[in-house]
């Protein structure tokens, strides 16, 4: 009867998607050499990737866990990418502070991040949405609407 509830999906699966949209700006910008636009925009991107991130690992990771009792599986795997992703961002806004080009970054990023998005789609969120019991998925849903709203204010 709750086949179509899934937030997780439903709510940072869209949230993807919006960051691939800002940081094709955030090149475009930079391939322009537009640095004062391209750092005010990856100052956004990074900050809510960070609170993209911060909601999994902290919100969902820990229901995630409790629910399907997989303590060494994905979320161990999601959270070593997240190490690398914080050090990639870390790169990009050491160069877009030197007015250096960034594209190698960028790809190495995006590299990185498509094929992360990809599993945690395919499998970490349509698992949770299937597994956490139904009163922890509605808090899990507003504690993410929340976050990533304070986030995009
Ligand atoms: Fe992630
Ligand atoms: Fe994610």
Do not use: C, W
């Not at 991107?45 to 995630?64: A, K």
């Not at 990418?81 to 502070?97: C, K, M, N, T, V």
């Amino acid at each position: 009867m709750d086949a179509v509830f899934r937030p997780v999906f439903s709510l940072l699966g869209a949230h993807h998607r919006r960051l691939d949209e800002v940081f094709v700006r955030v090149q475009k910008s930079a391939a322009d050499r537009e640095f004062p636009i391209a750092r005010e925009t990856f100052r956004r991107f990074s900050l809510e990737l960070r609170v993209h991130i911060d909601i999994e690992e902290h919100d969902l990771f820990p229901l995630f866990e409790k629910a399907t009792g997989m303590m060494q599986g994905p979320t161990t795997v999601m959270r070593m990418e997240h190490q690398q992703i914080h050090g990639l961002l870390d790169e990009i806004s050491a160069l877009l502070g030197r007015g250096d080009d960034i594209s190698l970054a960028a790809r190495r990023l995006l590299t990185v991040l498509t094929a992360h998005n990809q599993k945690e789609e395919n499998i970490l969120y349509p698992m949770s949405d299937q597994r956490i019991a139904r009163p922890e998925l509605e808090a899990l849903e507003k504690t993410i609407q929340a976050k990533l709203n304070a986030a995009m204010k």
